[in-house]
C-alpha cells in the first residue's frame, strides 16, 4: 500500500488479507456500523445501544480524517473465542506546539502526558523511543483507552499501538487500534510487524 499528502508520501505493508476503509462519507459510515456491530458482539449489553455507537463513531472517524487520517485497514476473523478485529491507521498531523529548546520528539511526549492527564485516569500511555528499519527514529506509544459515546454509560476499553515519526515538519502517525483488549500482546506483535514496514518520502525525493 501506499499514499500521499501534499508532498509526504508513505508506504506500508498490510496482510493481504485485511480490508482497506474506504474513507469517504459512505466508507466511514460502513466502517462506523461494522465496529459498532463488533463492540456490541464483545459487549452484548451495549445492543440497545447500537445506532449511538455507530454515530459517535462516525462522528469520531469524520473528525480524523479532517484531522489528517489519509489511509486505514482493517481486518475481523471469527474464532472459537469470539471475534478478532483490529484496524491500522495512517495519519499526517502538523508538529506539535514547542518551544525552540524542545525536540519535535520531547514535544510529542507532552502532548501524549498532558492529553492522559486530561483523561481523568481513562487513558494509559508506556512511551518509549525505536527506530523503524526504513524511516528512522520514532515515539513508540503503548495505550488502553477508554471509548464513551454518547448517552450510553457503559465505558469500552480498548488498545492502541502508536508510532509517532517527525518527517519534513510534519508527524506521520500509525497507529493500531483493537476493542480485543484481552489478546492485545499478540495484536501488538503485528502491528509492530506492520509498523516497521513504514517509508516515507517526500516529491522529488528517494525513498
Not at 53 to 60: A, F, M, Q, R, W
Not at 83 to 95: D, G, M, Q, R
Not at 103 to 116: L, P
Request: net charge negative.
Amino acid at each position: 500500500m501506499s499514499a500521499s499528502d501534499q508532498r509526504i508520501h508513505f508506504s506500508l505493508d498490510i496482510p493481504s488479507d485485511w480490508e482497506c476503509m474506504e474513507l469517504s462519507r459512505q466508507g466511514r459510515r460502513k466502517y462506523a456500523q461494522q465496529k459498532a456491530t463488533e463492540v456490541v458482539e464483545k459487549f452484548p449489553s451495549l445492543s440497545i445501544y447500537q445506532k449511538k455507537l455507530e454515530d459517535t463513531l462516525y462522528k469520531e472517524l469524520t473528525s480524523s480524517w479532517s484531522m489528517g487520517v489519509r489511509y486505514g485497514a482493517s481486518m475481523s476473523t471469527p474464532t472459537t473465542d469470539g471475534l478478532l478485529s483490529a484496524s491500522v491507521t495512517v495519519s499526517v498531523l502538523p508538529e506539535p506546539p514547542r518551544r525552540d529548546d524542545i525536540s519535535t520528539f520531547d514535544a510529542i511526549v507532552a502532548t501524549i502526558h498532558e492529553n492522559d492527564d486530561e483523561s481523568q485516569g481513562d487513558d494509559e500511555s508506556d512511551i518509549s523511543q525505536v527506530v523503524l528499519p526504513q524511516a528512522g527514529k520514532a515515539i513508540r506509544v503503548l495505550g488502553h483507552r477508554v471509548f464513551r459515546p454518547n448517552g450510553v454509560s457503559k465505558a469500552v476499553p480498548y488498545s492502541v499501538f502508536q508510532t509517532y515519526l517527525p518527517y519534513a515538519g510534519r508527524v506521520v502517525l500509525v497507529m493500531g487500534m483493537t476493542f480485543c483488549t484481552d489478546v492485545e500482546d499478540l495484536l501488538f506483535e503485528l502491528f509492530e510487524l506492520i509498523t516497521s514496514t513504514l517509508t516515507v518520502w517526500i516529491d522529488g525525493g528517494d525513498h
